[in-house]
Each structure stands twice: as structure tokens, then as C-alpha cells.
């Protein structure tokens, strides 16, 4: 009869060799121990996903931030110039990536704010109007510029003045930041004019009266809020307040 297979006894081990194979088992009556290759590594692939509503520097980089530490093992970088973020990661991350954008990436809702500046009486009230979106700022001036004499080089007629130019008048900056009941309003309103009394530094330098009010409140739509009151000049003390209302 022909052998077609050779065995070979070595203390407990009996090692069984056949045309492609080898298999060990220990005799002793412990379990067969299979050796498995490494697992292979999940394909990656490039892909480029841009920011719709995102559009502000800081957003863009909280987004990068918030996909980094939720998907540690992927390669993620912001194109600042197109507003996108490149990933390379595998098919299981992009998918991710996807949600997590879709999640945070929405339209923000606009904001009409007016502040009426007055001492009560609607009729000599001043009224200011801003549109503010959801997590962003606004800035709104009203008034002059004056100029102010710095400094002089020169004799005779070949003298020269630097002349330096100060705004005159109401300055706002609004900023709203949260969502839903907590919705937050940053309000900062200057008013500078120029003073009856003149500076004693300098005969042609102007004398400014200033008043800042800075303050953060809580936003109820269709609901005055009063944020407070400013002094002006002549001892005259207006009181400031703002309504909220959604645009879209």
C-alpha cells in the first residue's frame, strides 16, 4: 500500500505533515490552537466637505475641533480659502464626519433688535434699529467726525498741522449668542459729543463728553428689556431698552 503520509512522534507533540498543510495538536488533550493572519487595516479614502452656514473663521475651527475629538484616528484639516474641510479617513469616519456637520452646520436664525434711547417720552426718543444673526455681531454709528489738532512741524509758511479725526455722536454694537430660552444680547452703546467748555492742554483742542453703557441680558421675543441709562452731557440721564424680534 503506498504512504501518502509521514508521522513523526516527538514526546507529547504528534505533528502530522501532508502535501500543503501542517497541522499541530497536543496530545495532552488541550484545545487546537490556530494561528489567523493580522486583521487588515479598514480602507481610507480623500473626500472635501464644505461649510454651508459656518462662514465665520472661529465657527469653521470649532467645527475642525469638534470632528478631531470625535474622530481621533482621521486626518482632518480646514481650507480656509474655500471654507471646507478635507478629510481623509475610513468609510465608517466620513459617515461620521457627515452627521456630525449635518448636526451643526444649520442656518441661523436672524434677529430684528430696536433700542429706543429717551428719558420717557416716546416723542423725543431716539430709535435704533439692528438686524443681528444668531452668533454674530453688528455695528451701527450715527453721527460726525471732528477734527482735532495733534501736533505742528514747520515755521513760518511752510508750518504744517496733523489733524486727527475723533466720531461724534452714537455708537452700538450688538451681539447675540445661545439659542432658544437662553439666548444672550451683548449691548455696548457710546455716546461722545463735544463739550461747550474747551481743553486746557491746547486752545484748539476740543473738550468730549463721553458715555459708555455695557451690559448682557437675557432675550424674550416681542418683550422690552431695560438694559439701563446713560448720562449725557448737561447732567441730562436718558434710559436705554431693546425688543427682540425673530426675522427668519
Known amino acids: 500500500m503506498r504512504r501518502n503520509a509521514e508521522y513523526a512522534v516527538r514526546g507529547s507533540l504528534c505533528v502530522l505533515m501532508t502535501a500543503g498543510a501542517v497541522l499541530a495538536m497536543a496530545t495532552a488533550g488541550h484545545a487546537v490552537a490556530q494561528t489567523q493572519g493580522a486583521d487588515q487595516k479598514p480602507a481610507e479614502s480623500y473626500a472635501t466637505l464644505y461649510l454651508t452656514n459656518l462662514t465665520e473663521v472661529r465657527e469653521a475651527n470649532d467645527a475642525v475641533t469638534d470632528l478631531r475629538n470625535m474622530l481621533p484616528k482621521a486626518k482632518i484639516y480646514h ?15 466620513l459617515a461620521k464626519a457627515q452627521k456630525i456637520l449635518a448636526d451643526i452646520d444649520r442656518p441661523r436664525k ?10 420717557g417720552d416716546s416723542a423725543h426718543a431716539t430709535h435704533l434699529v439692528a438686524v443681528v444673526a444668531q452668533w454674530s455681531k453688528t455695528m451701527l454709528k450715527q453721527g460726525a467726525r471732528v477734527p482735532i489738532v495733534t501736533g505742528s512741524y514747520g515755521k513760518g509758511t511752510d508750518e504744517n498741522t496733523q489733524v ?67 448720562e449725557l452731557a448737561g447732567g441730562m440721564r436718558m434710559e436705554v431698552s431693546v425688543v427682540a424680534e425673530v426675522v427668519k
Open 79 to 93: 481650507v480656509e480659502s474655500a471654507n471646507a474641510i478635507s478629510m481623509y479617513a475610513t468609510a465608517e469616519d
Open 110 to 119: 436672524t434677529y430684528r433688535l430696536t433700542y429706543t434711547i429717551g428719558d
Open 164 to 230: 486727527q479725526y475723533q466720531d461724534i455722536g452714537l455708537n452700538l454694537d450688538a451681539t447675540l449668542e445661545g439659542s432658544g430660552d437662553g439666548l444672550r444680547l451683548r449691548t455696548k452703546i457710546e455716546q461722545t459729543s463735544v463739550a461747550e467748555e474747551k481743553s486746557n492742554v491746547g486752545i484748539q483742542d476740543p473738550l468730549l463728553h463721553q458715555s459708555v453703557l455695557e451690559c448682557e441680558s437675557i432675550v424674550v421675543m416681542g418683550k422690552p428689556i431695560m438694559l439701563g441709562s446713560m
